[in-house]
């Protein structure tokens, strides 16, 4: 599951994908980041030149930490304190499978599974 929130921790918008599609195919970034503007934070998974390019060019600045082999890029102070929010992410993804259960695996129906991970999201 691949999801956008804001400063606040509200999901924004998501989109369910199997297991080995990589986040940076364009077919999952472009329809979340429709009604995005200014910049998005995201984790090293999202490091490409081609994905910051395009996402540039839609009038979105990608902004991630550097991979331990990368050359050092000036950041602005605000976007280093900003990337510090990323964290955020990691308790929305960890209340809903925590909390609201999303990650039960045994479902008999691909029904019950979209139920209950759509009530899952509602109710977070």
């Known amino acids: 599951m691949h999801l956008i929130v804001n400063d ?5 918008s998501f989109m369910i994908t199997p297991g080995n599609v990589d986040d940076r195919n364009s077919k999952v970034i472009f329809p979340l980041v429709k009604n995005i503007h200014d910049k998005l934070f995201g984790d090293r998974g999202y490091i490409s030149q081609s994905l910051f390019e395009s996402l540039y060019e839609k009038g979105i600045q990608l ?3 550097l991979k331990k082999n990368m050359k050092n890029k000036l950041m602005s102070l605000v976007d280093k304190i900003l990337l510090r929010k990323r964290a955020i992410i990691e ?3 960890d209340e809903l499978k925590n909390i609201c259960q999303i990650q039960h695996t045994r479902h008999r129906s691909f029904f019950n599974w979209a139920v209950n991970l759509l ?3 509602v109710a977070f």
């Open 8 to 12: 606040q921790g509200e999901i924004l």
């Open 63 to 65: 902004i991630t930490k």
């Open 91 to 93: 308790s929305v993804n």
């Open 119 to 121: 009530s899952g999201l």
